[in-house]
């Protein structure tokens, strides 16, 4: 399809009796960022081998760029850059002069690749660092100097396993900021693999959910949990009172229920426990305000539930085999 640059199609991988990765199909588009999500031995680290061409699908068929990584893995490789779980560098060069080496393995001149290293420390936060031996860095330059590691062959893919394991809080938002930067600014494809969800959320356009090798659900938040939840992911909890006039509060309450189920987008209205439940397929908080404002009913709380990405994995990953 046009716009995609990967495209897996009836995927699949065994090692023995064991399937890894089961009938996967999944379109990654260009300049996008996606995020595939899953616990240990999902068939996350399967799939990135696969579109490395590092290991051949036993069914099924990859391309990357246009390309297959199995008959053209070379080609493949100068195009998509790969940033592991841990990064190996040669701990007795510096940090320029690892991404030196790395850019002329690529077949740029030591000129040009020393130009490039050097705008690329700056970017990536380690100019002052640069002339520092890599031994010396600690686990968040190391990653920060992976990701240039990466950058400095100019991919149109960058593929990230685990990538922020032992970053502190701090770091680990610095660097999925600049990670967003790079894709939005140079239109770079990104395929972030991660088991931890609010990174994954923070950071990612679409989201891949992966159990026992299978791809349960693809797309936004929003669409998950559309998907998930029904046609209606958020619930806005409206509590009221009555301004003491004479007409029976029960009597008002009905009203503004019959107000609440008219305005668009709300698709049920329920009472629990003394206060309206809206079911709402967008946020409508603004108009349950209005219609409430304009009873003679006293508004005393309000409150908006949407389901997030934590709500999605618990449902898949911690609500039972039946998912599976």
Same mark, same amino acid.
């Given at each position: 399809?046009?716009?995609?640059?990967?495209?897996?199609?009836?995927?699949?991988?065994?090692?023995?009796?064991?399937?890894?990765?089961?009938?996967?199909?999944?379109?990654?588009?260009? #300049?996008?960022?996606?995020?595939?999500?899953?616990?240990?031995?999902?068939?996350?680290?399967?799939?990135?081998?696969?579109?490395?061409?590092?290991?051949?699908?036993?069914?099924?068929?990859? &391309?990357?760029?246009?390309?297959?990584?199995?008959?053209?893995?070379?080609?493949?490789?100068?195009?998509?850059?790969?940033?592991?779980?841990?990064?190996?560098?040669?701990?007795?060069?510096?940090?320029?002069?690892?991404?030196?080496?790395?850019?002329?393995?690529?077949?740029?001149?030591?000129?040009?690749?020393?130009?490039?290293?050097?705008?690329?420390?700056?970017?990536?936060?380690?100019?002052?660092?640069?002339?520092?031996?890599?031994?010396?860095?600690?686990?968040?330059?190391?990653?920060?100097?992976?990701?240039?590691?990466?950058?400095?062959?100019?991919?149109?893919?960058?593929?990230?396993?685990?990538?922020?394991?032992?970053?502190?809080?701090?770091?680990?938002?610095?660097?999925?900021?600049?990670?967003?930067?790079?894709?939005?600014?140079?239109?770079?494809?990104?395929?972030?693999?991660?088991?931890?969800?609010?990174?994954?959320?923070?950071?990612?356009?679409?989201?891949?959910?992966?159990? #026992?090798?299978?791809?349960?659900?693809?797309?936004?938040?929003?669409?998950?949990?559309?998907?998930?939840?029904?046609?209606?992911?958020?619930?806005?909890?409206?509590?009221?009172?009555? &301004?003491?006039? &004479?007409?029976?509060?029960?009597?008002?309450?009905?009203?503004?229920?019959?107000?609440?189920?008219?305005?668009?987008?709300?698709?049920?209205?329920?009472?629990?426990?003394?206060?309206?439940?809206?079911?709402?397929?967008?946020?409508?908080?603004?108009?349950?305000?209005?219609?409430?404002?304009?009873?003679?009913?006293?508004?005393?709380?309000?409150?908006?539930?949407?389901?997030?990405?934590?709500?999605?994995?618990?449902?898949?990953?911690? #609500?039972?085999?039946?998912?599976?």
């Amino acid at each position: 399809m046009a716009g995609n640059i990967i495209e897996l199609t009836g995927l699949t991988r065994r090692y023995g009796q064991f399937t890894a990765v089961d009938n996967l199909n999944l379109n990654i588009k260009k #300049g996008e960022i996606f995020g595939l999500l899953g616990p240990n031995g999902a068939g996350k680290s399967t799939t990135i081998l696969m579109i490395l061409g590092l290991t051949e699908p036993d069914e099924g068929r990859v &391309t990357v760029c246009g390309l297959d990584p199995t008959a053209s893995p070379v080609e493949v490789k100068r195009r998509v850059g790969y940033l592991p779980e841990e990064v190996g560098f040669y701990d007795d060069l510096t940090g320029l002069e690892n991404l030196v080496y790395t850019a002329c393995l690529n077949g740029m001149t030591r000129n040009a690749a020393r130009e490039n290293a050097t705008l690329l420390l700056e970017r990536v936060g380690l100019a002052d660092h640069g002339n520092k031996k890599t031994g010396k860095y600690s686990r968040g330059m190391r990653q920060r100097l992976g990701l240039a590691d990466v950058l400095i062959k100019e991919p149109e893919v960058i593929i990230l396993d685990e990538p922020t394991l032992g970053i502190d809080p701090a770091g680990v938002r610095e660097f999925l900021d600049l990670i967003a930067e790079l894709s939005h600014e140079q239109k770079i494809t990104v395929l972030f693999s991660s088991h931890h969800l609010h990174q994954v959320q923070q950071v990612c356009d679409r989201v891949g959910l992966f159990v #026992g090798g299978k791809l349960l659900a693809v797309g936004d938040i929003k669409d998950l949990a559309s998907q998930l939840f029904g046609e209606d992911p958020y619930t806005i909890e409206v509590g009221i009172s009555s &301004t003491g006039k &004479t007409e029976p509060e029960t009597i008002k309450k009905d009203e503004v229920i019959k107000a609440l189920s008219q305005i668009d987008g709300v698709k049920s209205v329920r009472e629990e426990k003394g206060r309206l439940l809206a079911a709402c397929s967008t946020d409508l908080t603004d108009e349950i305000v209005h219609a409430v404002m304009n009873s003679d009913l006293r508004l005393v709380s309000l409150n908006m539930k949407s389901y997030g990405l934590d709500d999605i994995y618990y449902h898949y990953f911690e #609500g039972g085999d039946d998912h599976v």
